[in-house]
């Protein structure tokens, strides 16, 4: 069968091809390798997309988490050319005929890319809310001075920043990026708790302090919640005795 | 306020954690440099360890260099012999990238790092590798001129 008789996962005819290299673990195994598979692409294919036609067409035993498509549950997380990516918004097209395709770092692996998030969701403060004041209602207009709103709840707790992190990479007692920027956020807007009970969580030698400013997080969150600044800041609110807290009233206008 | 805990809760007790990749060469250890897919703020992070672990090597030849001394003026004199080397001297440069690179991240981190200037990681990263590049240049021209 040529390459144009077959169809991508994207309904597009496949127009060319890559080789990935699919890392593989399943549970008893006595180690980890990697499969390769040739998968027919066109221009707009991700790896998602092309993970899920060897799924179909090629190892039904190829474990992937996946679901929304297009980069809001953060469960497609994965690490493509070593770099941490959502798989469902990352294209093929700029990978290199080869793609290696590895799960998160720095987070148990359950089965082949697929990792365990109980430990990062564990490492969250106890108060993070559901309610959220900030998500201000579409008729609310900023106040004077503020040329907009600006949404801190972007977070889709997809792990990519604790897979980057070279802190998270040398320990696993480090809090992390993530855990670290929702602290931050829940002192900007309290929500009812303590702003005190949130700087004890990220002080200490595991908490805001072992953070080493590279920036990784950030660079990996495809979310734009700019976790490292976050950090930045809890560390200044810490050095100020949480004078940087906003109270939860004026938190539109931070 | 309430009883915190120190680290991520349920680590030891969970038996049945699978395995946890690493970055590097696959060990905690060396998780911290794996230039695959960083950028700059990571390569500033890893460049950073490096040049401290180097200084911290060199303090120690340092004090082993001066503890020539005590073996009196001939050995003092047979070392400086070898310090005036170009091989050596290029040495010294590199001695001072470290110093330079070490000391003026730690300026970037320091500023980044307390909240002062949180966002302008790369900015400062830039700024004050110009200001690191040209006393590098002027210290490697007097070190020549030594030789």
Known sequence: MSSTEIRTDAGGPATDRRRMRVFRFKRGDPGSHFDTFDVPVSAGTTVLEALRWIQLHRDRTLTMRHSCFHASCGTCGMEVNGREVLACVTTVANLGDTITVEPLSNIPILSDLVVDMREFYARFPDEIGITRRSEALPEASPPEGIEAFERFEDCIECGLCLAACPVSATSDDYLGPAALAAAQRLLEEPRGTDPADILAFADGPNGAWRCHAAFECTEACPSNVNPATRIMQLRSALVRGGRAAVPAEEVSRA | ?147
């Not at chain 2, 120190?6 to 680590?11: E, F, K, R, S």
């Not at chain 2, 905690?28 to 700059?40: E, I, K, N, V």
């Not at chain 2, 073996?71 to 990238?97: C, H, K, P």
Request: charged residues 15%.
């Open chain 2, 1 to 147: 306020m309430s009883e915190r805990r120190a680290g991520v809760p349920g680590l030891d007790e969970r038996a049945e954690r699978g395995p946890v990749r690493r970055k590097g060469v696959g060990v905690p250890a060396s998780g911290w440099f794996d230039p695959r897919g960083r950028a700059l703020g990571g390569f500033a992070f890893a460049v950073n360890r490096i040049t401290g672990l180097g200084l911290v090597f060199y303090l120690y030849l340092h004090l082993a260099v001066l503890s020539l001394l005590l073996r009196g003026e001939q050995a003092w004199s047979d070392f400086l012999r070898i310090a005036t080397s170009w091989a050596f001297l290029s040495l010294d440069v590199l001695l001072l990238f470290g110093l330079l690179y070490h000391g003026l991240n730690g300026i970037r981190v320091a500023l980044v790092g307390t909240g002062v200037v949180p966002n302008r990681q790369k900015a400062l990263w830039w700024s004050l590798g110009v200001i690191g590049t040209i006393a590098l240049i002027g210290g490697a021209l007097h070190i020549a001129g030594s030789a």
